[in-house]
């Protein structure tokens, strides 16, 4: 608007003077003054833009948390990309359409964050070979998919190890959303590493059927402590529920997901994992700039950056906060093998021989609990 008013007013100037000529005696004429044209300044375009989809609240402190802050850390790290995020995108048709439209408003980089997410970003990635895609925890590659995710079985270890020194009662508790394979895989990691500094010690489960629903993640918090469960954790998308219930009834809880879990026990808080994706979400976005990114599977450790400890809570001893550093430190240095047998079931069986380990192809299949769970794998 600025610069149409300011060519109108010349014009209107302009021919009043050349009325006035005619009438007045001649004169040399005048060169007319020169404007120089008003430029509108434009924002410079991003380097890059990239889609994130969540299947829940980014403000959760949990999952979709901790993968929206990864995300976070990437525009820190590189000023000049542009993200589009949508939050609560359901785990199908919805999905697709997201991605559509992100890649439509010039996304040439996509974070599938949610298991669920991964067949309909495979839809899409099929259809526009241009863009990238990057799964959280699935399986699917292609020439423009690739998947990544962290060694969670080994942190649930040291998370175990971290609740058989604290429990008094040892009857440990696990909130869970699914008998997904890899659920099953945490829990057995879980109770080994209990096991390892407590024989004695038991977890007991319990699923809710569902990834996102308090009214049922607390009545099993209630449940479990009502069996005299005193250190309790969790396999749900948000832990806050679980957290805030064992809070209230003096009972010790350990974190997953996110970071920000801890806020929600300021007194009875062990430690926890979270994810830490910033640094390989820079690393790949990097590489879609350069030209240089190609599919990789990858499965990244607390040492590389992908996942970090939560600090311990007030009432941890020090014994237990030197042992669970120790483990990191074991783990970092390459010495801590989770699934070494010889391991059994809940019914004696053998399912990893003495000298095996247990591979990641088996991890994602495992259908069955090691001795010490409490509670059906299904």
């Not at 959760?60 to 850390?73: C, F, I, K, R, W």
């Not at 559509?100 to 099929?126: D, R, Y």
């Not at 308090?214 to 918090?221: G, H, M, N, Q």
């Amino acid at each position: 608007m600025k610069v149409k008013l300011l060519y109108s007013t010349l014009a209107v100037v302009m021919c009043a003077a050349i009325l006035l000529s005619a009438c007045a005696p001649a004169a040399t004429p005048t060169p007319a003054p020169t404007v120089a044209p008003t430029e509108v300044p434009t924002e410079a375009a991003p380097c890059l833009t990239i889609g994130a989809i969540y299947v829940g609240s980014v403000n959760d402190a949990g999952y979709n948390q901790a993968l929206h802050d990864s995300l976070m850390e990437v525009q820190k790290g590189i000023a000049c990309v542009e993200i589009l995020e949508a939050e609560n995108v359901y785990e199908g048709p919805a999905a697709e359409t997201t991605m559509e439209t992100m890649i439509q408003e010039g996304a040439k980089l996509i974070f599938a964050t949610s298991f669920g997410h991964q067949e309909p970003a495979m839809n899409v990635a099929q259809k526009h070979p241009d863009v990238i895609f990057e799964h959280a925890g699935g399986w699917m590659m292609a020439d423009n998919f690739a998947n990544f995710y962290a060694n969670v079985p080994d942190a649930w270890y040291i998370m175990g190890v971290a609740a058989g020194l604290v429990t008094k009662s040892n009857k440990l508790g696990f909130v869970a959303a699914m008998p997904l394979a890899w659920t099953l895989t945490f829990i057995n990691a879980f109770e080994l590493g209990a096991q390892s500094v407590n024989p004695n010690a038991e977890t007991i489960v319990t699923f809710t059927g569902s990834w996102s629903d308090r009214a049922k993640e607390a009545a099993a918090t209630d449940a479990l402590i009502n069996q005299g469960v005193d250190v309790i954790t969790m396999h749900v998308d948000a832990p806050g529920t679980v957290i805030q219930a064992a809070e209230a009834r003096g009972v010790y809880s350990i974190g997953f997901q996110s970071l920000a879990a801890q806020q929600f026990a300021p007194q009875y808080w062990i430690t926890g994992t979270g994810f830490t994706f910033g640094k390989l979400m820079t690393q790949i976005a990097q590489s879609v700039i350069d030209g240089t990114w190609t599919p990789q599977f990858i499965r990244c450790s607390i040492g590389e950056g992908c996942m970090a400890l939560a600090p311990f809570g007030p009432q941890v001893p020090d014994d237990v906060k030197t042992r669970v550093n120790q483990l990191v430190a074991d783990l970092n240095a390459g010495k801590l093998v989770v699934f070494q047998g010889p391991i059994v079931d809940q019914d004696g069986t053998v399912r990893v021989a003495e000298g095996e380990i247990l591979t990641d192809d088996q991890m994602g299949n495992v259908d069955w609990f090691v001795k010490g769970v409490i509670g059906q794998p299904k």
